[in-house]
Structures are given as structure tokens and as C-alpha cells.
């Protein structure tokens, strides 16, 4: 079993003036496996109960934070810091995600607040606004996903060693360095760890020993009388002023004599459990990485348990262990449980079979070359090639069997015919499951679409598809009828239906079908195609098979006499007509010639309609 | 238009008036000294929702990480900027009679009650510094009693005060520049919805 070492840290803000202890490796695998479940469920009730009674119930939110301070040392160092507001955080994003609100649009909604839980929401979200905060609910979480995914990515597989998991780590790091340096991310802004003795760490005098610490600062209380305040340096770049700090600091204790003897035992015995060095640490992410580094340099990993499939912490001798020391629902350890299980045997491997002959190849069909003539293709034993088929005996039969190009035999389905089909399918569709059930349209359309396919591939032909839509008119009505009745129709039109699929081979047997007006007689079926057309289908230079299109020539009207065509003039108009109303007959044009044949345009009648009174 | 008490009423809209005044200097400062330091870090227009959002809360920007005091906006702090309060107070009561038109209960603001509003809101602290506001109350009286627009609630008087009396903020800085036209934006927006909030709060005081 390993006994993880111990890491010493603050956060930047040493907000708790004291150094944090961590478990190297531990903390880790109890971060990855940490349920957030209970931290979210009592955040959301502090969320409803604040939106009841107005103001944020301290209680459910101290549960909450106290919960979620267990899940990593450095949250629970930032409780009353960094990670005081996780709560509200958790509170904030939870609504933004119910109502689908982004953070603005909850900042707009609360910036009139009434009720401290809105004031609350209002005052953390305008922190995220202007940077001096972000929502660390959502930090925490997206970080435990980067620990598994890391951590996976580090140890997870079976021919683990100690140089792998470094290279993999170090392959993982580079990743991030690549993907957050795309991001533009300035340095300043990217995890950093500063490594202090932990007498110079910034709070090391809360830190270390307060009675130490105060020793010495009466010792020096009169020099420490009149120190500047160097802290407000808002407008300096301070890092270039470090030492010139530090020597302004040293001149207050210049010329300090050792400890009396006393005093030197008490420091000695308060300093004895200070650890070697501490680590400052600027965000959970940096801890996190610099325990991945701390891990790898003191030979520290994770292993997969077979039983359990949870990582557990090995040094790098211990690569073959297999199981656990948790202690699961049996009440055993993962490596007990394993040890109590006997031992399979695996069966012996297979002896390695001779892989089977390669297939003899099939043969292929040579086609003879043009020299030879067709008077001595007549003796098989000329021919120069193997073959099943029985030799041609002249030369265009074999072009015919192997060669034969794949032409349509079906037919194309008329336009009015095509708008008949997507009338009555509009028709019959409108009204599926009010005159008709939704499954019986659905045969129906299915059998419509399929006659359709039939026709045009030449497994069928246009009169069936006729037949059909004769058939589904009379369908239509039927069902228009049972809709403005409320009604389905009866099922006997649809068995009819089947009925009619059945009987679609033999079409003498339907009885009165009746063709539509419209009724055409199928086209021609293609001739059969001869050596002429084959041999024109192969030429390069073939002239296309269709005549070239000459538009008729315009109609010419005649017997119109040059005397009817007069000049305009607004005398010749005479007089306008006289507008009469009652029985009107207005004559006839008088015939004309169009295209060799006498035509009359007939104007109609008008009539006045008397209204009854 | 009938109250339930005439003198708190009165008393009640020249403290709203009062406090929209002090509101609006404040703002300044803070808006001041998002130009020193926090240019990149806060949203004007954030500032600008804010404030009209809640056009009586005097200290509402500070939730966003703002302070109107200290080094920052030190150059607000002489005796002369600080006469501009009174002048912002003057300039949202001298519009007084604009509530004329606004009809409450049926009836509308008696001449007497717009005066007495006018003369409470005076008497909290409202002065025209060195005549610098062009509008007078019968002024505006008369306009609306005729009908006339009313001349626009603009930034021009406060500016023309900073370059007459305060040599600190009318230097050519870039502070200076960003705090003057966040001015001229700020006067036009800030005025109409203090005014929609000063005609809804006689809601809360009539009968």
C-alpha cells in the first residue's frame, strides 16, 4: 500500500493565513470521484427557498458549501474565499440553464431588485460582468472532468511504466500548453506555483507560529515604528521593484542579534512539524498539475482494479498489482476477494490452421480479334480462348450475348396522369384518419407508389395504373362522403383494394372498370435491337437518334379586307355605342380564316337577372 | 389631484427629485473613475442600464467595483465641481410643470401642487450655480401650458461649467474627453426615464 507524501500550500489571497496539508495522489482520486450530487441538490433547495421567503437561507447554504469543501483541500482552503459564493454560483447557472437565460439577461431581470436573494444574484453576476469573479460551480465541475480525463489518459491500460505515464503526461500538458496558447491567454493569467520556505511565505507570520512570530516582533517593535506603506502601488509595475522592496524591509531589522537561549528552545519546539516548503499556488488547476508533477517524480501512480474498476495509488514496483485495498459491499478488500476466487485456467490456444488453397481463377472470355474470319470460327478447336458457352458461330452473336447495352423497357408516366395521382393522393391525404384510418392510407399510398414504380421499370403497365386510379376516385368520394359524416369508410373497399392487387394479373376478371377520359394507349414497345443498332451504338461519330425540332409556321389570317382597316382618327370612330342593359344580343364577328380553316368568335349573351322582391 | 396627505406627497416628490439630482452626480464620479482604471473591465452601457434602471439609488454602480472617491476621481473633489450638485437638482426641478399633462385619479397637478413641488425640491438643495441652466420654472410653465415642446435635457450646461470653472477636468486628458461624452449620452437617457419614474411615483401618493 502506498503512503502518500504531503504537500503544503496557500492560495494566492491567503485568505485562511495558514498552510493547507494535501495528500499527494489521494486528494486527486478523491477529486475524480467526488459526487457533486448532494452540494447541488441542497443549492437548488436554498435557491427555491430564497425565491419563497426573498432572502438566502444561511443554514442550507452553509450545509451546501460545507458539503462541496470535502471534494479538494484548496476548496476547502477558499471557503470563506475564492469559494464563498459557490453556492449562489451553483443557484445562478441552474436558472440559466431551466430558463435558458444567459447571465446578462438574469443581471437585466434583476437589476431593479426589491428582495435581497435578487440583490444577491444581481451583485455576483455584476462581479462576473467586470471580472472580479467567475462562476467557480462551473470551475469545479469542468475541473474534475480534466482530472478523469487526465488521469485516464495517463494510466488507463495494462502495459503500464513509469516512463510511459511521464511521456503520456507530459504529451497531456503540452496539449493544454498548445490549446490555451491559441486561446491568446496571456502569461499572467495561466496557472502559476511560487515555492516558499515557509518562513518567507507571504503569510508566514500568521502561519507559522504566532507565539514565535510575536517574540520577534516585539524584539523589533521600535525599529518597525516608522515603516512606509508601500501597498498601494496601483499605478507600478511591482515585479521590478521587488528588491528594492526587500531592502527597505531588511534596513527595519538590520543589526538583529541572536535569540537568547530560552527563547531559541521555544522557536525550536514550535517549528518542529513546519513542513520543508510551501507552495502558493494561484488556482485549483495549478495544484491539481503540480500534484500530477509531485506524483511522477516520486514514483507514484494509479492503477485500473480489476474488480472494482476504480483507480488506486501503486509506486512504480507495483505495476503488476491488480486489485484494490477498498473495502467494497462484501465487506472484503478488492485484492482479499480476488484471492478468495479460484484460479481459471485458460484454455489451451488453437493450433494455427494452414489457410485455405486460393480459388482457381474462373475463366475468361477472350473475344476473338477481327482477323479471324467468320468461316473459321466454325471449327471450335480455332477458337483461342476457353469458355462454358457453346462457340458462336458467327461473329455477331457473341457481340450480342456479352455486350448487349441495358435500354429501358418501361414506360414514362404521362404529366396528366401524374397530376391525377398527386391530385387524388392530396385528396385521400387530407382526409387520412377523419374518412379514413391513418393505416389504411397508408396502404393505400404504398400501393399507389409501387403500381407507379411497376410502369415505369415495365413490371407493369399504364393501363393497371388506369385501372387503379378508376379504382381510387371512386376510393375518394366514398371517403369524402364518410368525413363530412364523420366516419371512416367500411373496410370492404380497402379488401377490395387487396382483392384488386390480387387480380391486377388477369385485368378480363375486374368486371365494369371504366377507363378515364383521358385514356392513351401505352407507347410501342421498343424494337428489338439489331446489329445495325449496335453497331451505330459503338461508332464514335453516331448521329443522334432523334429528328432536329422545326417550329410550325405562324398562322396567317386572312379574308380580313384592307377597307375594314382604317386609319386612326377619332372621327372615324362615330358615335360611342349606346349603353343599353336588358336582352342584349351583340352579332357575331364576322368569320375569319386561321390556318386555312373559318373560325367565328361566338360572344356571349348577356341577360339581365331581375331580383325578386 | 387628490392625495391622502398633500404635505407628505409634496414632501415625498421633492425628495425624489433630490435624490435623482444626487444620483446623477454621483454617476458622473463613478463613470469618472471607470476612465482611470477600469476602461476594460466595465461596460458603460452596463453603467448607463444600471443607473436608469434605478434612477434614485445613489450608490447603485458601486456593485460594480466602482468608487466615486478617493485618488481616482480626485479631481471631482474641489469646491467648485462640488457646486454642480445643486445645479443637477435645480435642473430636474425647474421641469416640474412638465407633470402637468400626467392625469391621476382623473384629475391632474394643480399650479399650486406643481409649485409647492417645485419650492420643496428648492428648499432640499436645488440652486441654479451661477445661472447656468438657461430654464426657469415659469419658463417651462409656459410652454407646457401652451402646448410647446419643451427644450431638450441636454449636457450643455455642464459642460460649459467644467470649462468655465473646473481647469482640472476641461484639460485635454483622456479621462477628461470620455467623462464629457459619456455626459452628453448620459443627460438625454437619464432624464426621460427619471421622468416616467417621478410621474409614476404620485401614483403612490394619491387617493
Known amino acids: 500500500m502506498v503512503k502518500p507524501s504531503n504537500l503544503y500550500f496557500t492560495d494566492r489571497t491567503n485568505s485562511g493565513n495558514a498552510f493547507f496539508k494535501l495528500e499527494v495522489g489521494r ?124 488521469i485516464n489518459f495517463i494510466y488507463e ?55 514565535a512570530a510575536k517574540s520577534i516582533y516585539k524584539r523589533l517593535e521600535e525599529q518597525l515604528y516608522t515603516v512606509p506603506d508601500l501597498s498601494d502601488n496601483d499605478r507600478v509595475n511591482t515585479e521590478l521593484l521587488e528588491d528594492k522592496f526587500a531592502v527597505t524591509a531588511y534596513s527595519y531589522m538590520m543589526g538583529m542579534s541572536r535569540p537568547q537561549e530560552p527563547e531559541e528552545e521555544l522557536f525550536v519546539k514550535n517549528l518542529e512539524n513546519l513542513p520543508e516548503k510551501v507552495y502558493v499556488v494561484s488556482s485549483l488547476k495549478a495544484l491539481i498539475d503540480l500534484e500530477f508533477d509531485i506524483m511522477s517524480e516520486t514514483g507514484v501512480h494509479l492503477k485500473k482494479c480489476e474488480n472494482c474498476g476504480r483507480y488506486f495509488l501503486i509506486t512504480a514496483t507495483e505495476f503488476g498489482e491488480k486489485y484494490c485495498d477498498r473495502i467494497n459491499s462484501s465487506g472484503l478488500t478488492c485484492k482479499a476477494l480476488a484471492a478468495r476466487m479460484p484460479k481459471l485456467t485458460m484454455p489451451p490456444e488453437p493450433e494455427p490452421v494452414a489457410p485455405p488453397p486460393p480459388p482457381e481463377p474462373e475463366p475468361v472470355y477472350v473475344p476473338p480479334t477481327v482477323e479471324y474470319e467468320p468461316d473459321e470460327l466454325d471449327e471450335p478447336e480455332n477458337v483461342p480462348f476457353v469458355t462454358n458457352s457453346p462457340p458462336p458461330k458467327t461473329f455477331a452473336e457473341p457481340v450480342r450475348e456479352y455486350y448487349t447495352p441495358k435500354i429501358a423497357v ?41 403500381m407507379k414504380r411497376n410502369v415505369k421499370t415495365g413490371e407493369g403497365t399504364l393501363d393497371q395504373l388506369l385501372v387503379f386510379l378508376a379504382y381510387s376516385d371512386k376510393l375518394a368520394d366514398d371517403i369524402k362522403r364518410a368525413a363530412r359524416q364523420k366516419r371512416f369508410i367500411p373496410r370492404e373497399p ?85 349603353k343599353s342593359f336588358g336582352n342584349v344580343k351583340i352579332k357575331d364577328s364576322e368569320p375569319v380564316e386561321i390556318d386555312g380553316r373559318k373560325a367565328t368568335l361566338a360572344n356571349p349573351v348577356w341577360e339581365r337577372v331581375k331580383r325578386e322582391e | 389631484m387628490d392625495f391622502y396627505d398633500e404635505k407628505t406627497a409634496i414632501d415625498g416628490m421633492a425628495d425624489f427629485i433630490l435624490r435623482g439630482g444626487v444620483s446623477m452626480y454621483n454617476t458622473l464620479k463613478y463613470i469618472y473613475s471607470l476612465a482611470e482604471r477600469d476602461f476594460y473591465n466595465v461596460d458603460l452601457k452596463d453603467v448607463i442600464k444600471l443607473v436608469i ?39 430636474l426641478a425647474v421641469r416640474t410643470p412638465a407633470l402637468k399633462p400626467v392625469v391621476i385619479g382623473g384629475k391632474p397637478l394643480s399650479d399650486d401642487q406643481i409649485y409647492k413641488i417645485y419650492q420643496a425640491a428648492m428648499s432640499k438643495g436645488g440652486n441654479n450655480t451661477d445661472d447656468i441652466i438657461p430654464e426657469t420654472f415659469l419658463e417651462i410653465k409656459y410652454l407646457v401650458k401652451k402646448g410647446k415642446p419643451l427644450p ?43 421622468f416616467e419614474a417621478l410621474s409614476s411615483q404620485l401614483e403612490e401618493y394619491t387617493a
Not at chain 1, 401524374?418 to 374518412?435: P, Q, T
Request: aromatic share 12%.
Open chain 2, 53 to 91: 434602471n434605478n434612477v434614485t439609488n445613489v450608490d447603485g454602480l458601486s456593485v460594480l467595483g466602482l468608487r466615486a472617491e478617493g485618488p481616482k476621481v480626485s479631481e471631482m473633489e474641489t469646491e467648485e465641481y462640488r457646486r454642480l450638485l445643486p445645479a443637477m437638482v435645480y435642473s
Open chain 2, 152 to 194: 431638450p435635457f441636454t449636457a450643455d450646461w455642464y459642460k460649459n461649467y467644467i470649462f468655465a470653472k473646473v481647469p482640472e477636468i476641461s484639460s485635454i486628458k483622456n479621462k477628461n474627453i470620455f467623462l464629457l461624452g459619456a455626459a452628453d449620452i448620459f443627460f438625454g437617457m437619464f432624464y426621460a426615464c427619471f
Open chain 1, 157 to 211: 491500460g495494462e502495459q503500464q511504466t513509469s516512463l510511459k505515464c511521464l511521456t503520456l503526461k507530459q504529451y497531456f500538458d503540452l496539449a493544454y500548453s498548445i490549446a490555451s496558447n491559441e486561446c491568446a491567454i496571456p502569461g499572467n493569467a495561466l496557472p502559476s506555483i511560487k515555492v516558499y520556505n515557509p518562513c518567507l511565505a507571504p503569510s508566514a507570520a500568521f502561519a507559522v507560529s504566532s507565539s
Open chain 1, 27 to 150: 486528494s486527486l482520486l478523491q477529486f475524480s470521484e467526488f459526487d457533486f450530487t448532494f452540494f447541488w441538490e441542497t443549492a437548488i433547495e436554498a435557491g427555491r427557498q430564497a425565491k419563497r421567503t426573498g432572502t438566502l437561507p444561511k443554514a442550507t447554504m452553509d450545509s451546501a458549501r460545507a458539503a462541496i469543501s470535502k471534494a479538494h483541500p484548496f476548496i476547502y482552503a477558499g471557503r470563506d474565499g475564492d469559494f464563498s459564493d459557490i453556492v449562489l454560483d451553483c443557484i445562478i447557472e441552474y436558472i440559466c440553464r431551466s430558463e435558458r437565460l444567459s447571465e446578462d439577461e438574469l443581471w437585466m431581470r434583476c437589476i431593479s431588485s426589491r428582495i435581497p436573494y435578487e440583490a444577491a444574484l444581481f451583485e455576483r453576476i455584476s462581479k462576473y460582468k467586470t471580472f472580479r469573479g467567475a462562476n467557480e460551480w462551473t470551475i469545479v465541475s469542468g475541473l474534475q472532468k480534466y482530472v478523469k480525463d487526465k
Open chain 1, 410 to 450: 418501361g414506360a414514362e408516366i404521362p404529366d396528366n396522369i401524374e397530376k391525377h395521382c398527386i391530385a387524388l393522393y392530396n385528396s385521400i391525404y387530407k382526409r387520412a384518419d377523419k374518412g379514413i384510418s391513418e393505416n389504411d392510407f397508408r396502404d393505400w399510398s404504398s400501393y399507389l407508389s409501387n
Open chain 1, 494 to 578: 380497402i379488401e377490395r383494394l387487396r382483392d384488386f392487387a390480387r387480380a391486377t394479373d388477369n385485368m378480363h376478371s375486374i368486371g365494369n372498370v371504366k377507363f378515364p377520359e383521358y385514356s392513351i394507349t401505352p407507347p410501342p414497345p421498343p424494337a428489338t435491337p439489331t446489329d445495325k443498332d449496335y453497331s451505330n451504338y459503338f461508332a464514335e461519330d453516331r448521329t443522334p437518334a432523334f429528328k432536329t425540332y422545326t417550329p410550325p409556321p405562324p398562322p396567317v389570317i386572312r379574308n380580313i379586307p384592307e377597307e375594314a382597316v382604317q386609319q386612326f382618327a377619332p372621327a372615324s370612330f362615330g358615335e360611342p355605342p349606346q
